[in-house]
């Protein structure tokens, strides 16, 4: 455009200048003033297009911080539901996520019926842990646990736990249980082994743990036994707390489970006789304790599950464990 008015400018000042010096007529100013309104009129143009050009300049780097701020929103969103979704289960997760904010504080609690429990831990953790520079204050028992226990999470992983969840650690204590799952239906006349299948699960994940540590062990060239307890039955579960959302269950259930532990024996798994009774249809094998005080519940006659009958091998195997680890027994 700038080429065309010049072009146009100096072809009016050439016919001026051959009118001025050929022919006799006066001087006239048409082109000049023509030239000139050209000149004023692409000048305009120029400046019109430059603003157009610095608007949708604008334009587009508006356009882009909104997307990136939409991204950056959705990325922190996405990381925050990841977040969520690993604290807390995954239903419980999303209740929270599909709620509005005022309502956080507001608490969260299910009841259910069958839930099976476990409690797992390394009695001689605390023999092991010290506070010593040799080990740089205790920091590297702490490494050592928290290499444990994220065996131990990586487990839960499998697809055959999915039913499983991890509910806490208490020191080196892991605490999971299964069947806490609100869609599970299951009929109160449906077999034993369709309505407490969640519960064999949660011996074949103990069994899992054992492994998990034996191999551990191996690598680290430590002897760290777990001792176990599982029981079944009703429970409440729950999230506390709003900035700090914890998953938790409750009930006699799980005080029992805790006892099951905290009375058993090293590198054993101890039940109750009313677990034994679910877990003899999946095959599980027991052996009678005896009768051990429990706090609050008087006498309870409790078992050691030892294996599995549907593979006789394995039971043995299991059972060499156990015995091994009579020798490290704590009460
Ligand atoms: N949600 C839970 N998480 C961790 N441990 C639990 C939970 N619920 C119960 N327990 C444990 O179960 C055990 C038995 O609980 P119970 O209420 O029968 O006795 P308690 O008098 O509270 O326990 P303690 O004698 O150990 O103080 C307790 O050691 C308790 O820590």
Known sequence: MVVVAAVQCCMNLMMLWKLQHNSDQGYTWEPVCLSVELSLFTLLLITLNRQTEKTSRLLYLWRREVEEQRERAADIRQRNEALVYNILPQHVATHFMGIRRKKHEELYSQSYEEIGVLFAS?????????????????????????????????????????????????????????????????????????????????????????????????????????RMGINHGPITAGVIGARKPHYDIWGNTVNVASRMESTGKAGCIQVTEETTKILQHFGYVFEQRGLIAVKGKGELMTYYLVGKAASPQQVNGESLDYSRADDETKT
């Open 122 to 226: 390394m009695p001689n953790f605390s023999d092991f842990y010290s506070e010593e520079s040799v080990n740089n204050q205790g920091l590297e028992c702490l490494r050592f646990l928290n290499e444990v226990i994220s065996d131990f999470d990586q487990l839960l992983e499998a697809t055959q736990f999915h039913d499983i969840i991890k509910i806490k650690t208490i020191g080196s204590t892991y605490m999971a249980a299964s069947g806490l799952n609100p869609s599970r239906q299951v009929k109160e006349d449906d077999p034993v082994k369709v309505r407490w299948a969640h519960l064999a699960l949660l011996v074949d994940f103990a069994f899992e743990l054992v492994r998990a540590l034996q191999s551990i062990n191996e690598q680290s060239f430590n002897h760290f036994v777990l």
